[in-house]
T-cell receptor, first 110, second 116 residues
């Protein structure tokens, strides 16, 4: 599985968009990008995933660059409840493995 | 649906004791897995199961046993607890291991284990 690099921490003002970057320069063609988040000490929560096209759901948008070497998770209107650690994971479908790095600690400020 | 449930929430053990962490899901998911999370770290895969009767090792399996006799339950056994096993343990499940959407994982609330 490709390794990912994320900034250790970020701040975002409440109501503004939070843009969380992830570098996965060694990603291969059959690896998907998944995002999860972990609020306080709860179990991680699935946010979104994609292969090469941009994706949007009710929680967030995922922008993947054309060369697939990096991606950005966008929370369009961050709230205090979005304060969490966000994990970017790349994986091959069917390999059973999720490799969680240390993620980005996002703090939404009032 | 209760989703993924784990018991107990907290546990303190003495070195050498054994115990079983319980995990259950009511979503009829085929795939279940156990992770541990040490302070300031990401999650590491201990064991996983792709269906009843089928289990396999993850990244850090030593000191742990699993079995999967039913679709719903996936208990994790600590054979002889050691202080290095002090951690937070998460159980997760997904519909299957085939297909990007079907492999999104649902996590339980975690069990906090302290081994003295």
């Amino acid at each position: 599985d490709a390794k990912t690099t994320q900034p250790p921490s970020m701040d975002c003002a409440e109501g503004r968009a939070a843009n969380l970057p992830c570098n996965h320069s060694t990603i291969s063609g059959n690896e998907y990008v998944y995002w999860y988040r972990q609020i306080h000490s709860q179990g991680p929560q699935y946010i979104i995933h994609g292969l090469k096209n941009n994706e949007t759901n009710e929680m967030a948008s995922l922008i993947i660059t054309e060369d697939r070497k990096s991606s950005t998770l966008i929370l369009p209107h961050a709230t205090l409840r979005d304060t969490a650690v966000y994990y970017c994971i790349v994986r091959v479908i069917g390999t059973y493995k999720y490799i969680f790095g240390t993620g980005t600690r996002l703090k939404v400020l009032a | 649906n209760a989703g993924v449930t784990q018991t107990p929430k907290f546990q303190v053990l003495k070195t050498g004791q054994s115990m079983t962490l319980q995990c259950a899901q009511d979503m009829n998911h085929e795939y279940m897995s156990w992770y541990r999370q040490d302070p300031g770290m990401g999650l590491r895969l201990i064991h996983y199961s792709v269906g009843a009767g089928i289990t396999d090792q993850g990244e850090v399996p030593n000191g742990y046993n699993v079995s999967r006799s039913t679709t719903e339950d996936f208990p994790l056994r600590l054979l002889s607890a050691a202080p290095s096993q002090t951690s937070v343990y998460f159980c997760a499940s997904s519909r299957s291991s085939q297909g990007a959407s079907r492999e999104t994982q649902y996590f339980g609330p975690g069990t906090r284990l302290l081994v003295l």
